[in-house]
């Protein structure tokens, strides 16, 4: 019996071990509960990750290959995305132009406006600058012919202009008369070794033939209504009053308000309604 009684609380010891272990698995359940939830919210979390980060880097790359692969998505690799931002520039040159071949013509187009920049006809004979600073050659020569019966001459080149200029205003009751129009650089040399001008030979306008000295025969030009009209009127037939008041350190001349100066009637516009002297016009 008394194995009995040993037995017992031997058998009970294993039995209150057993109880214990009971203990133990429940705390390795709970560890194990644990740990599974912790993976799982590493996991969860790196799903997350991926789902966002992941989604939003290669969205660029399938938001392209949908785009720019619509007609053959298959076809398009991961090895031609690198080729594909040219692709962009052909939409831009595609409403210029329906047709591709007509591509090649557009880069001629930049260059039109680079001639637009500059309208000023220089190399123009009527735009020929002649002043103290660019005096005309020894040999220079033009042909000229008759303005009125006192041997005054012009380039024939702008002889129909000035006439039509002098019988419109006649026209109005005007009455013009000429001091001064074409002079050889010779002449010009023969004046200024005189002492009758302080011009030096091929800087006076007049050795060009471009430019006339203008009065009037009832008194003094300058306030009269000669000069008005000349003044508003002269720029439509090409001509421009050469040395304006307070040009004087541009033009390198006084002010001459009978100087006039033909540089064709679309330039005479311009510079007329500019309010520039002709060396600012041409800079
Ligand atoms: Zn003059």
Known sequence: ????????????????????????????????????????AVIGAGVFAYVNFGDYFEFDKFGKTEEESQSSESEISEESEPEEPVVPEEPESVPESSSEPEIPEEPIVPEEPVVEEDPIPRDEWFMLLVNRENPLPEDFGVETVLIDNENHTVDSRIAEDLSAMISAGEAEGLDFIFYTAYRSVNKQRELFEAGKTDAAPG?????????????????????????????????????????????????????????????????????????????????
């Open 203 to 283: 800087t006076s306008e007049h050795n060009c033939g471009l430019a006339v000295d203008i009065g009037c025969r009832t008194g003094e030009f300058d306030g009269s209504p000669e000069e008005a009209w000349l003044l508003a009127h002269a720029h439509e037939y090409g001509f421009i009053l050469r040395y304006p008041e307070g040009k004087e350190d541009i033009t390198g001349f006084s002010h001459e308000p009978w100087h006039f100066r033909y540089v064709g009637k679309e330039q005479a516009k311009l510079i007329f309604e500019s309010g520039l002297c002709l060396e600012e016009y041409l800079a």
């Open 1 to 40: 019996m008394s194995n009995g009684t040993r037995i017992d609380p031997e058998e009970r010891e294993p039995r209150a071990i057993k109880i214990r272990q009971p203990k133990h698995t429940g705390r390795k359940i709970f560890l194990s509960v644990l740990g599974v939830l912790c993976a799982a």
